[in-house]
Protein backbone atom coordinates (compact mmCIF):
# COMPACT_ATOMS: atom_id res chain seq x y z
CA UNK A 1 0.00 0.00 0.00
CA UNK A 2 1.43 3.28 -1.08
CA UNK A 3 2.09 5.78 1.20
CA UNK A 4 2.26 9.52 1.35
CA UNK A 5 5.63 11.19 3.06
CA UNK A 6 4.70 14.94 4.43
CA UNK A 7 6.99 17.26 3.05
CA UNK A 8 8.06 18.60 6.20
CA UNK A 9 7.71 17.62 10.14
CA UNK A 10 3.80 17.42 11.53
CA UNK A 11 3.87 21.10 12.88
CA UNK A 12 1.33 22.19 15.54
CA UNK A 13 -1.16 24.88 14.44
CA UNK A 14 -4.57 26.51 15.48
CA UNK A 15 -7.88 25.70 13.96
CA UNK A 16 -7.36 29.29 12.71
CA UNK A 17 -4.21 28.91 11.39
CA UNK A 18 -4.97 25.67 9.44
CA UNK A 19 -8.29 27.44 7.90
CA UNK A 20 -5.76 30.48 6.30
CA UNK A 21 -4.85 27.57 4.09
CA UNK A 22 -7.49 27.35 2.19
CA UNK A 23 -8.06 29.43 -0.82
CA UNK A 24 -11.03 30.12 -3.34
CA UNK A 25 -11.93 27.35 -5.56
CA UNK A 26 -10.01 24.58 -3.47
CA UNK A 27 -11.50 20.98 -2.85
CA UNK A 28 -11.72 19.77 0.00
CA UNK A 29 -12.39 16.51 2.11
CA UNK A 30 -13.98 16.38 5.70
CA UNK A 31 -14.19 12.83 5.75
CA UNK A 32 -16.79 10.31 7.38
CA UNK A 33 -19.00 10.93 10.33
CA UNK A 34 -17.08 11.30 13.61
CA UNK A 35 -14.03 11.91 11.23
CA UNK A 36 -15.55 15.13 10.41
CA UNK A 37 -13.48 18.49 12.12
CA UNK A 38 -15.24 21.02 14.25
CA UNK A 39 -12.37 23.22 15.61
CA UNK A 40 -11.23 24.01 11.54
CA UNK A 41 -14.80 23.79 10.58
CA UNK A 42 -16.00 26.94 12.77
CA UNK A 43 -12.03 28.36 11.86
CA UNK A 44 -13.05 28.03 7.94
CA UNK A 45 -16.58 29.66 8.62
CA UNK A 46 -15.82 32.40 10.26
CA UNK A 47 -13.44 33.14 6.51
CA UNK A 48 -16.62 33.17 4.51
CA UNK A 49 -16.40 36.78 3.25
CA UNK A 50 -12.55 36.17 1.98
CA UNK A 51 -13.85 32.99 0.09
CA UNK A 52 -15.79 31.74 -2.53
CA UNK A 53 -16.37 28.17 -4.72
CA UNK A 54 -15.09 26.52 -1.87
CA UNK A 55 -16.17 22.53 -2.54
CA UNK A 56 -16.41 20.47 0.76
CA UNK A 57 -17.15 16.61 0.39
CA UNK A 58 -17.93 14.61 3.56
CA UNK A 59 -20.66 11.77 4.23
CA UNK A 60 -23.16 11.29 7.07
CA UNK A 61 -22.33 14.61 8.79
CA UNK A 62 -22.84 13.96 12.67
CA UNK A 63 -23.36 17.74 13.55
CA UNK A 64 -24.64 20.59 12.15
CA UNK A 65 -21.76 22.37 9.63
CA UNK A 66 -20.63 25.71 10.24
CA UNK A 67 -19.30 26.43 6.89
CA UNK A 68 -23.10 25.40 5.61
CA UNK A 69 -25.07 26.88 8.37
CA UNK A 70 -22.83 30.19 7.72
CA UNK A 71 -23.38 30.75 4.27
CA UNK A 72 -27.79 30.10 4.01
CA UNK A 73 -27.36 31.09 0.63
CA UNK A 74 -24.85 28.58 -0.52
CA UNK A 75 -22.60 31.80 -2.40
CA UNK A 76 -19.25 30.72 -0.77
CA UNK A 77 -19.12 26.95 0.72
CA UNK A 78 -20.32 24.07 -1.29
CA UNK A 79 -21.11 20.89 0.80
CA UNK A 80 -21.23 17.59 -1.21
CA UNK A 81 -22.23 14.42 0.50
CA UNK A 82 -21.61 11.04 -0.59
CA UNK A 83 -24.41 9.80 1.65
CA UNK A 84 -26.85 11.48 3.93
CA UNK A 85 -27.25 11.86 7.11
CA UNK A 86 -31.06 13.29 8.72
CA UNK A 87 -28.94 16.76 8.78
CA UNK A 88 -27.67 16.48 5.29
CA UNK A 89 -30.98 15.31 3.54
CA UNK A 90 -32.33 18.45 5.36
CA UNK A 91 -29.72 20.62 3.25
CA UNK A 92 -30.18 19.13 0.41
CA UNK A 93 -33.74 20.02 0.77
CA UNK A 94 -32.86 23.24 1.38
CA UNK A 95 -30.45 23.81 -1.23
CA UNK A 96 -27.17 23.64 0.76
CA UNK A 97 -25.62 19.96 0.37
CA UNK A 98 -25.59 17.89 -3.14
CA UNK A 99 -26.13 14.23 -3.69
CA UNK A 100 -22.78 12.54 -5.27
CA UNK A 101 -24.06 8.64 -5.93
CA UNK A 102 -21.73 6.28 -5.57
CA UNK A 103 -20.78 2.21 -4.99
CA UNK A 104 -19.50 2.08 -1.45
CA UNK A 105 -16.92 -0.23 -2.04
CA UNK A 106 -15.30 1.41 -5.11
CA UNK A 107 -14.95 4.91 -3.25
CA UNK A 108 -11.13 4.23 -2.18
CA UNK A 109 -11.06 3.52 -6.34
CA UNK A 110 -12.72 6.64 -7.16
CA UNK A 111 -9.63 9.05 -5.06
CA UNK A 112 -6.71 6.67 -6.47
CA UNK A 113 -7.93 6.84 -10.49
CA UNK A 114 -10.67 9.04 -11.65
CA UNK A 115 -10.63 12.23 -9.26
CA UNK A 116 -8.65 15.37 -8.73
CA UNK A 117 -6.40 15.38 -5.60
CA UNK A 118 -7.74 16.77 -2.79
CA UNK A 119 -6.43 20.37 -2.10
CA UNK A 120 -6.72 19.44 1.73
CA UNK A 121 -8.02 16.55 3.48
CA UNK A 122 -9.18 17.81 7.30
CA UNK A 123 -9.85 14.62 9.43
CA UNK A 124 -10.59 13.82 13.51
CA UNK A 125 -8.76 11.74 14.73
CA UNK A 126 -7.93 10.06 18.40
CA UNK A 127 -4.18 11.42 19.46
CA UNK A 128 -1.08 10.06 18.39
CA UNK A 129 -0.53 6.67 19.95
CA UNK A 130 2.98 4.80 20.82
CA UNK A 131 3.25 3.99 17.18
CA UNK A 132 2.88 7.12 15.94
CA UNK A 133 -0.44 6.70 14.30
CA UNK A 134 -3.43 8.97 14.67
CA UNK A 135 -6.43 6.49 14.71
CA UNK A 136 -9.88 6.89 12.50
CA UNK A 137 -11.81 5.81 15.12
CA UNK A 138 -15.29 4.14 14.17
CA UNK A 139 -15.16 5.82 10.80
CA UNK A 140 -12.50 3.27 9.23
CA UNK A 141 -13.93 3.86 5.60
CA UNK A 142 -12.00 5.69 2.59
CA UNK A 143 -9.39 7.88 4.74
CA UNK A 144 -6.68 6.53 3.66
CA UNK A 145 -7.25 7.03 -0.11
CA UNK A 146 -8.12 10.43 0.60
CA UNK A 147 -5.05 11.21 2.34
CA UNK A 148 -2.77 9.46 -0.67
CA UNK A 149 -4.36 11.60 -3.39
CA UNK A 150 -4.49 14.91 -0.80
CA UNK A 151 -1.75 17.59 -1.58
CA UNK A 152 -2.04 18.86 2.01
CA UNK A 153 -3.26 16.52 5.10
CA UNK A 154 -4.40 18.04 8.92
CA UNK A 155 -5.79 15.88 11.58
CA UNK A 156 -7.65 17.46 14.27
CA UNK A 157 -7.15 15.60 17.61
CA UNK A 158 -9.54 14.38 19.63
CA UNK A 159 -9.59 12.52 22.84
CA UNK A 160 -12.57 11.78 23.07
CA UNK A 161 -12.94 9.60 20.22
CA UNK A 162 -12.93 5.85 20.86
CA UNK A 163 -9.61 4.28 19.27
CA UNK A 164 -11.19 1.59 16.58
CA UNK A 165 -8.97 -1.67 15.69
CA UNK A 166 -9.12 -2.62 12.57
CA UNK A 167 -6.96 -2.53 8.51
CA UNK A 168 -5.59 0.70 7.94
CA UNK A 169 -7.33 2.60 10.38
CA UNK A 170 -4.60 5.35 10.57
CA UNK A 171 -2.58 7.83 9.45
CA UNK A 172 1.01 7.56 9.96
CA UNK A 173 2.94 10.85 11.63
CA UNK A 174 5.33 10.77 8.83
CA UNK A 175 2.13 11.47 6.49
CA UNK A 176 0.77 14.45 8.26
CA UNK A 177 1.53 18.04 7.43
CA UNK A 178 -0.68 19.62 10.42
CA UNK A 179 -2.02 18.92 13.85
CA UNK A 180 -4.94 20.57 15.34
CA UNK A 181 -5.55 20.44 18.98
CA UNK A 182 -9.12 19.66 19.20
CA UNK A 183 -12.09 20.45 21.29
CA UNK A 184 -12.69 17.35 23.16
CA UNK A 185 -15.89 17.37 23.12
CA UNK A 186 -17.94 13.52 23.54
CA UNK A 187 -18.46 12.81 19.91
CA UNK A 188 -21.89 13.48 18.53
CA UNK A 189 -24.54 10.07 18.12
CA UNK A 190 -27.20 9.60 15.57
CA UNK A 191 -30.74 9.35 17.20
CA UNK A 192 -32.26 6.08 17.12
CA UNK A 193 -35.09 6.19 14.94
CA UNK A 194 -38.82 4.46 16.01
CA UNK A 195 -39.83 2.13 13.31
CA UNK A 196 -43.15 3.19 11.39
CA UNK A 197 -45.69 0.34 11.14
CA UNK A 198 -44.67 -0.03 7.43
CA UNK A 199 -41.50 -0.50 9.07
CA UNK A 200 -42.37 -3.05 11.21
CA UNK A 201 -44.50 -5.00 8.70
CA UNK A 202 -41.84 -5.53 6.43
CA UNK A 203 -39.89 -6.05 9.29
CA UNK A 204 -41.70 -9.37 9.94
CA UNK A 205 -41.26 -10.37 6.50
CA UNK A 206 -37.63 -10.08 6.33
CA UNK A 207 -37.05 -11.52 9.60
CA UNK A 208 -39.13 -14.79 8.95
CA UNK A 209 -36.75 -15.15 6.01
CA UNK A 210 -33.73 -15.13 8.55
CA UNK A 211 -32.23 -18.69 9.34
CA UNK A 212 -30.16 -19.98 12.08
CA UNK A 213 -26.42 -18.56 11.87
CA UNK A 214 -26.98 -15.93 9.26
CA UNK A 215 -24.92 -13.26 9.41
CA UNK A 216 -26.26 -10.12 8.79
CA UNK A 217 -25.40 -6.43 7.91
CA UNK A 218 -27.44 -3.55 8.68
CA UNK A 219 -27.48 -0.11 7.91
CA UNK A 220 -28.92 3.16 9.42
CA UNK A 221 -32.64 4.05 10.00
CA UNK A 222 -35.93 3.03 11.31
CA UNK A 223 -36.13 -0.20 9.11
CA UNK A 224 -32.82 -1.94 10.02
CA UNK A 225 -34.07 -0.96 13.63
CA UNK A 226 -36.88 -3.23 13.41
CA UNK A 227 -35.91 -6.06 11.44
CA UNK A 228 -33.05 -6.37 14.58
CA UNK A 229 -36.01 -5.75 17.45
CA UNK A 230 -38.00 -8.54 15.09
CA UNK A 231 -34.93 -11.55 15.20
CA UNK A 232 -34.09 -10.43 18.72
CA UNK A 233 -38.37 -10.68 19.53
CA UNK A 234 -37.87 -14.37 18.16
CA UNK A 235 -34.72 -15.01 19.68
CA UNK A 236 -36.15 -14.22 23.27
CA UNK A 237 -39.14 -16.03 22.62
CA UNK A 238 -37.05 -19.32 21.47
CA UNK A 239 -34.77 -19.04 24.13
CA UNK A 240 -37.38 -18.45 26.74
CA UNK A 241 -39.49 -21.46 25.64
CA UNK A 242 -36.03 -23.29 26.37
CA UNK A 243 -35.64 -22.06 29.65
CA UNK A 244 -39.58 -23.10 30.49
CA UNK A 245 -38.86 -26.87 29.11
Not at 83 to 98: T, V
Not at 169 to 186: C, R, T
Amino acid sequence: MPRRIASVSAKAVSGEEAASFVRSGMWLDYGVGLCQPDEFDKALAARRDELENVKIRSCLSMRPRAVVECDPDGKHFFLFSWHFSGYDRKRHDAGLCHYMPLNLGEVPDYYRRFLAPVDIAILKTCSMDENGYFNFSASNIWHRAVIESARIVIVEVSRSLPYAFGDENGVHVSEVDYVIEGDNDPPPELPNPQPSEIDRAVARHIAAEIEDGACLQIGIGGMPNAVCTCCWKVAFAISAYTLKC
